[in-house]
């Protein structure tokens, strides 16, 4: 295989701009004209139009036969399905995953929500002597354990409510949310906050903090918890793991495609 240069001095300019026109028809979401798109990206007409030609003649573009004007074309919609169907959580994740379990010591969970369940579908094990026993495939409730309170504070309100009403809240330890109008008001902060805390909420001695992973969308699609016993993951130790967990779902949501400021909201928004 040829040896690909180290350094790349400059983009290569023509395909910068045909790159640019893409992203422009993609922000205007309709039919351009080709004076449109050279006046906007700043090109002659003539540029601009050898560019949008050949971009036509691979399917990313298309022409209408009526007015002449320009929209994006089927090839983005078949490179775009291609490339999320290969955007695995768990493959993503998982060397994200490894990173936290190295650097905090504690046991690393990741999960989605599944018939208004918490199940576990990767899990990587803290080597401390003292530690979680959980299992891949497990179920647990989601309104007393953190990753299940981070999917339920990105749920619309109407799903929320009806999952409240079929699971309940039932009781595991002194600290579980048995309220709804409590539950409601914790999830509205974890909302804002970004991350949930299992205080003790399904296990004594047992605390847990998670972060939500969003999709391309901006749809949460899986939660990430580090769990350990309380006395661990407590005062300045707690507010690094925080740090670290908000990071690193950032890190793999936008490994999955999320920008920030795009899709829904907390609670009722999503």
Request: hydrophobic letters at 40%; a positive charge.
């Amino acid at each position: 295989m040829q040896k690909e240069p180290s350094v790349i001095r400059s983009p290569i300019k023509s395909v910068s701009k045909a790159l640019k026109i893409i992203d422009f028809l993609a922000e205007a979401r309709r039919d351009v004209s080709l004076g449109e798109i050279a006046k906007e990206m700043n090109l002659a007409k003539s540029t601009a139009y050898g560019l949008l030609a050949t971009l036509r003649d691979f399917d990313y573009v298309e022409q209408s036969p009526f007015d002449g004007k320009y929209r994006l074309g089927i090839r983005l919609f078949e490179v775009g399905n291609v490339v999320a169907n290969t955007w695995d959580v768990r493959q993503i994740a998982g060397p994200h995953i490894e990173y936290l379990v190295d650097n905090l010591g504690e046991t690393v969970h990741l999960v989605i929500l599944d018939k208004g369940e918490v199940l576990y579908i990767d899990k990587r094990e803290s080597k401390q002597s003292l530690r979680i026993v959980s299992q891949v495939g497990n179920r647990l409730p989601a309104h007393c354990t953190g990753v299940g309170k981070v999917l339920l504070a990105h749920l619309p309100a109407g799903e929320l409510k009806r999952l409240l009403a079929v699971k309940g809240l039932k009781r595991y330890t002194k600290n579980t949310i048995t309220e709804e109008k409590v539950l409601l008001e914790e999830l509205k902060k974890i909302g804002r906050q970004g991350y949930s805390i299992d205080d003790e909420e399904i296990m004594d001695g047992l605390r847990c903090v998670a972060v939500p992973i969003r999709n391309f969308s901006g749809k949460v699609i899986a939660g990430m918890s580090v769990s350990g016993p309380t006395a661990r993951l407590d005062g300045e130790r707690l507010e690094s793991i925080i740090e670290h967990m908000l990071k690193t779902g950032q890190d793999i949501s936008a490994s999955l495609g999320y920008r920030s400021g795009v899709g829904g909201n907390a609670h009722g928004c999503s």
